[in-house]
C-alpha cells in the first residue's frame, strides 16, 4: 500500500500534460494486467479480466491544477494564468516548475510598497513568475508560451498522515494502482482508468463510453474536508480520520441511487468506516459518465487544503477507501 | 600553511546563511556560523550585551564599522486551538499574500516540528470570503500531522520552510534581507586581509532590526568607531514615483540625504568612480528605516554612510537577489576603508 504515492505526487502533470504520469503508471503496471492501452485523448485504461460478471470500471484522474505561460514579457518576467480551478491567494511565494526543468518563483511586490488594497485578492493579470532572466530573448530560450507550469511541494509522511500537491487526485490513482497490485480475484471485470482533463471540465473520460462497453463507474477522488477553524462544524464537508466519503449528490449529478446504497451497505457489512459527505458543491467524472449513459458513483479520501500547493490525508482513510473499493469491486 | 587560501564562494556562502533561521531575538545559530567563518579574518571577535556579534581587524589609523544586521522577519504562535491548529502573530513586517499555503517549522523546545499553512478550497468559500486575503486572525497552521503537536507552546518561533537557490546568476531564497549585506562584509574582510590598510575595521552583524531593535546601536557603541557605513538592501527594480529606479544588478545604491555624513558619502562615491565599481544613487530625505538612523547618533556621534544592495520581491518566502551586487559592494567597502578620508568635525549635512 502507498508504494506510488510519494512518486505520483511529485511528477508533475497539469491538465493537458499528464504524459509523465501516464508513462510511469504504465510501466509499473503493464505487466500485472491483461490489457492496456491509451486512447486518442491520452486516458490510460488497463483492464484485469474476470469470469464474465459485471463490467466495473474505477476511474481516477492524473491531471492536477496549476498553470500555463500566457506570455513571456520584456523584463523577462512570465505572465501566466490558472488551469483548473486555483485561488490566486495561495500562489505567491511559491516555487514553481516551468515546462520539463525550468524554475522560478512568483514573487510579489514588496508590502512596503504596496498602495492601498493590499489585503485585497490580487489578480491573475498582475502576478508574474520570475525566472532570473533579465530580458524577454533571455527568457525565451528557456521557455515558451504554453508551457506548463506546476507546483514543486515535496511529499512527507508522518505516523498518520500525507502531506503533497496534487493529492487530488494523485491519490485515485495511487488507490487504482495499489488495487491493481492486490491482484483481486472476483467474477467481474474491472476496467482501471487513469484519465486526463478532469480539472479543466471533466474532459478525459467524456470519450470512453464509445470505447467500453461498461455496466457502471466508480469515480474514485480526493475530496474537501474544510475540518479547520475557520469553518464552523455544520459546515464542514468531511472529516480527516473518519473514513472515506460516500457522495450522493454533487454539482450536476445525483448519484445512481443503486450505486450509492451498495457503496453504503458493503461499507456497513464489512465494517469499513465511511462517512457521508456533507456539501454537495464541486463536480467529479460520475457526472460525465452519467452524461454518457454509464451509471456513476463517487467514493473519495478526504483532503485538507486541496487546489493549492500543498494538501494532506489521512493514511488510515486512504486504507479504508482502498478495502471499501476492494470488497465493492467483487461484491458488486 | 593558510587555511583561508582558497576564496570564498559568494552563492554557497549565500545559500549557506539563508539556510539557518534567525529572528529577531534568536540570531545566535546565525551568528555562530558567521563568526566561524569571520575568524579567518579577525584578530577577535566577540558578542554584545545585545547579541550583535562584532569581529576586529587591529589597525593604528581611524576606526570603522560595516553593519549589517543579522536577523529576518518570522513568526510566533499566537494562539493554540485543542485541535492541532495555531494562529500566528508576525515578528517584523509580512505581506499575509505570501504565507498561505507554505510549509513551516514551528521551533519547540523539544525541537521542530512541522506545521502548513491552511486555506479553504475554493469549493468552500463565500464569494465574499474570496475578495479579501486572510489577515493574521483568520490564517490558521495545521499541526496534527505531528503526533506530538501538544509539545507546542504560545510564543514558539515559527519560520517558513523554503530553501534558496541559484538560477542565471541571481539567488531566489528566504532573508536575503539581509544576509545578502552579510556575505558582502564577510567578502569585504576577505579583501581587507590581502589589502594594506591602517584602519581598524570592525565588522559588526547586529541583531532585532527587523522590529527595530537596540542590535546595530549597541555595537556602533562598544566599537566607539568613527565612521559606519551600514549595508542593508533596498527595492529593485519597481517604479516609485519621485524616485531613481534603482536596478538590480547595477550595483549597490548608495544613499544621500541627513542620515549620512556628506563627506563621507563623496569619498564613497570617488572609491566608486577610481576602481570601476558601478553604484547607484538613493535619495533619502529622512530617515532611512535602517540602523543608519541610530548609528548616527551613537556616542559623540558617527560618521555614517548606507550602502543597499538591490533586491526584489522584500519579506517574500522568495526574496531575489543578482550575485554581482553583493561582491561589488564588498568591494566598495573595502576599497572605502583602504584610504579614508579626513573630515571635519560639524561637515555633516
Known sequence: MLKYLKELTEIKGVSGYEDDLREYIKEKIKDKIDEIYTDRMGNLIALKKGKGGKKILLDAHMDEVGFMVTNINEDGTLSFAPVGGVDPRVVIGKKVQIGKDVTGVIGYKAVHIQKDGMMNTPKYSELKIDIGAKSKQEAEKQVKIGDMVAFTTQYEETEEFIIAKALDDRCGCSILMDLIEADIQSENDIYFAFTVQEETGLRGPAIIAEQLNVDLAIAVETTTSGDDPELEKQLWSTHLGDGPAITFMHSGYVVHQKIFEKLVEIAQKNNIPFQYKMRTVGGTNARRYALTNIPAGVVSVPARYIHSPISMINKKDYENTLKLLEQFVKEA | ?349
Not at chain 2, 90 to 114: A, C, E, F, M, Y
Not at chain 2, 161 to 188: L, Q, Y
Not at chain 2, 245 to 263: F, L, Q, Y
Open chain 2, 1 to 349: 600553511m593558510s587555511n583561508i587560501a582558497k576564496e570564498l564562494n559568494t552563492k554557497d556562502l549565500l545559500l549557506k546563511l539563508t539556510s539557518i533561521p534567525g529572528p529577531s531575538g534568536y540570531e545566535d545559530d546565525v551568528l555562530n556560523e558567521i563568526a566561524n567563518v569571520m575568524k579567518a579574518y579577525s584578530d577577535e571577535c566577540f558578542r554584545t550585551p545585545m547579541g550583535s556579534l562584532v569581529c576586529v581587524k587591529k589597525g593604528t589609523g581611524p576606526k570603522i564599522g560595516f553593519f549589517a544586521h543579522a536577523d529576518q522577519i518570522a513568526f510566533m504562535v499566537a494562539k493554540i486551538y485543542e485541535e492541532g491548529f495555531l494562529r500566528l502573530t508576525g515578528v517584523g513586517g509580512w505581506d499575509p499574500k505570501t504565507i498561505i499555503s507554505q510549509k513551516v517549522w514551528i521551533h519547540t523546545k523539544n525541537g521542530k516540528l512541522r506545521g502548513i499553512v491552511g486555506f479553504m478550497p475554493p469549493h468552500l468559500q463565500t464569494t465574499e470570503e474570496s475578495k479579501k486575503v486572510p489577515d493574521y486572525d483568520h490564517l490558521f497552521v495545521d499541526v496534527t500531522m505531528n503526533p506530538n503537536w501538544k509539545d507546542i507552546s504560545i510564543g514558539d518561533l515559527v519560520t517558513i520552510d523554503v530553501e534558496g537557490f541559484e538560477k542565471n546568476g541571481t539567488v531566489f531564497a528566504p532573508a536575503i534581507d539581509n544576509r545578502a549585506s552579510c556575505v558582502s562584509i564577510i567578502k569585504a574582510a576577505e579583501l581587507l586581509s590581502k589589502l594594506k590598510t591602517s584602519a581598524e575595521v570592525y565588522y559588526i552583524f547586529s541583531t532585532q532590526e527587523e522590529i527595530g531593535g537596540p542590535g546595530a546601536k549597541s555595537g556602533a557603541y562598544l566599537s566607539e568607531v568613527e565612521y559606519g557605513i551600514v549595508i542593508d538592501v533596498t527595492h529593485g527594480d519597481e517604479d516609485i514615483p519621485g524616485y531613481p529606479k534603482i536596478k538590480m544588478g547595477e550595483g549597490p545604491a548608495v544613499a544621500v540625504g541627513p542620515v549620512t555624513n556628506r563627506k563621507f558619502v563623496e569619498h564613497i562615491q570617488n572609491i566608486s568612480s577610481k576602481y570601476n565599481i558601478k553604484t547607484q544613487i538613493e535619495p533619502i530625505p529622512g530617515r532611512s528605516g535602517t540602523d543608519t538612523d541610530e548609528v548616527q547618533l551613537t556616542r559623540i556621534g558617527v560618521k555614517t554612510a548606507l550602502i543597499s544592495i538591490p533586491l526584489k520581491y522584500m519579506h517574500n518566502p522568495y526574496e531575489k537577489v543578482y550575485i554581482k551586487d553583493i561582491e561589488d559592494t564588498a568591494k566598495l567597502l573595502a576599497f572605502s576603508a583602504t584610504e579614508l578620508p579626513e573630515i571635519e568635525e560639524g561637515q555633516s549635512c
